[in-house]
């Protein structure tokens, strides 16, 4: 493994790992050159449309406790990095999709609660500003 110095698309340069076959590592220098560099990257995102706003999916969990009490399940999308420690503050943890609806899963801020929870919380995502999505 070597560190290599790279320009990205952007114009900002990074240090990349390259390790492999002399093949792997130049498609891989050659892939961060037409890339953007991270900060770069995250400017990007939150420019786009769908990320200017933080939605909450609620949705119910097709597992339930063991006292079968119903579970629900909840996401955030759109402007999660804005909101990052706030989300973190509500208890979500960033993992694998529980439900992805195609995969492979996506990563993104979760949290199961039992159904008596969900009216306490929306309250507290409410306050963040997220649009409700169902
Ligand atoms: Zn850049």
Redesign the pocket.
Known sequence: MAKYDVT?????TGEIDLWGKGKDREWKLKNAEGN??????IEQQKAKPENKELYIHIEPHFLEKENGEKLVYLYFSGATYENKEAIKELGFVWGEEEMPTTPPAKKVWKKVITQKEVKEITVKIKALGAILKR
């Open positions: 990205h698309r952007c114009g900002h953007l560099c991270k900060e770069c990257w």
